[in-house]
């Protein structure tokens, strides 16, 4: 029994040890070769901010979106096992912050201003939304063993009508975009007793479009409706989700009642307890998954920073040197469509790595001369290719022998 715990130990402790093999090989290549290339290019105007080293390191992020009412905050609590610091639950729209679930070693609220300057926080880049979001986050810091595992970042319920939307000091889009670019999955909550999709919610999902493979549906509260109702409101979903997400293929969409009471209805008793275990199954893999994650989300961040490296070194190129580069930069955003064929073809990219065109566009309205931009360091985009092609794949083989103990001499 002890050798057996002994050994079960040492493989956590080795699996621990190869994860920070891992996250320092990818921060060293991202803040030696990809943020330069970032930085000189202004990425961050175009796309989200630079990654941290905080967020880098950071345990999996689970984010939660959906109606209010949904039950994202049961949720939560459900999981934890107990209530946490900030903690409001309530049929009407309770929770009016974005809230961090995340651990420490004793239970404590902590301001959005205080969470994003804390040192190492996976958090820091929200700074750039200003002081109208930041009194709009807090952080709820408790002491749980789940919490060593994963954060848990709680959003607005989302309402009906233009008054909430109007109403706020910050971007929610904006903001919404920036944690499910980071987290490791999204949840997207309906009550099934009440499926409701707004015209913000909407948004939300056309915002969360680039991330569906991090995507999961759950129908929460299914143990309020009969197995003819629950057949019903799962076909309407399913249609709905069809034409916002606009593909064919739909996520994982789960069914289940996550609260600490019995199941009200027993007839789909069975489908409802298979489903939540599933459901708690992937947010329990997502600890042993973190690193592959990492991986993949700094690969589609790389692609995305080399093709904007090449779309402003394209449209840098065609600026004239002296007169009439405000008509010229013009003529450039308007048929942005037709350079971005142009700059896929002369380079040899792929255009379904491009950004959307309109918003694009809005990015580049805010540049004044884009001939200001540096000569594009071609030397950087060549490191960052090979980087991806030789040490990625080492460090892949290096952490999965220290992970079994198998280290080569």
Not at 190 to 209: C, G, I, M, W, Y
Not at 315 to 334: F, S, T, V
Request: glycine fraction near 8%; proline fraction near 5%.
């Amino acid at each position: 029994m002890g050798d057996a715990s002994f050994a079960n130990v040492a493989q956590i402790q080795g699996q621990e040890d190869a994860h920070e093999m891992v996250i320092d090989g990818l921060w060293d290549f991202y803040s030696q070769t990809m943020l330069p290339l970032e930085e000189a290019t202004r990425f961050d105007v175009f796309n989200t901010s630079t990654i941290t080293e905080g967020e880098m390191r950071a345990p999996p992020i689970v984010l939660l979106v959906g109606p209010y009412s949904a039950g994202k905050t049961s949720f939560i609590r459900y999981l934890v096992g107990r209530d946490f610091p900030g903690q409001r639950i309530g049929p009407e729209p309770t929770t009016d912050k974005f809230v961090a679930v995340m651990h420490g070693p004793e239970d404590r609220i902590v301001p959005g201003n205080a969470l994003t300057v804390a040192p190492m926080s996976p958090f820091g880049g929200l700074k750039y939304f200003g002081n109208g979001f930041l009194t709009r986050f807090e952080g709820s810091i408790m002491n749980n063993d789940v919490l060593k595992r994963i954060t848990l970042v709680d959003t607005p319920g989302i309402l009906s009508g233009e008054k909430q939307r109007l109403g706020r000091d910050y971007d929610f889009s904006s903001v919404i975009s920036w944690f499910a670019e980071r987290a490791d999955l999204i949840i997207v909550m309906f009550d099934a007793h009440k499926l409701d999709v707004s015209d913000e919610l909407r948004n939300v999902l056309q915002t969360l479009r680039p991330q569906q493979d991090k995507m999961r549906i759950l129908l929460n509260k299914a143990d309020s409706i009969d197995g003819q109702q629950l057949m019903r409101v799962y076909g309407a979903l399913m249609w709905s989700l069809g034409k916002v997400l606009g593909t064919p293929e739909v996520c994982r969409v789960y069914t289940g009642s996550f609260w600490d009471g019995p199941l009200r209805n027993q007839e789909n008793a069975k489908l409802l307890i298979k489903e939540k275990e599933s459901l708690l199954a992937e947010l329990s893999e997502l600890s042993d998954r973190a690193v592959l994650r990492r991986i993949n989300e700094l690969v589609k961040r790389a692609r995305a920073v080399k093709v904007h490296a090449f779309i402003i070194h394209y449209l840098r190129k065609q600026m004239p040197y002296l007169i009439g580069k405000g008509d010229k930069q013009m003529k450039l955003i308007n048929r942005l469509d037709r350079e971005f064929v142009a700059c896929a073809r002369r380079y040899g990219l792929a255009l379904g790595d491009f950004p959307p065109v309109e918003k694009y566009q809005q990015a580049l309205m805010e540049i004044k001369d884009i001939s200001k931009f540096p000569r594009l360091d071609k030397s950087l985009v060549a490191e960052m290719d090979r980087v991806f092609s030789h040490d990625i794949p080492k460090l892949l083989d290096r952490a999965r022998y220290y992970a079994a103990d198998q280290a080569p001499v």
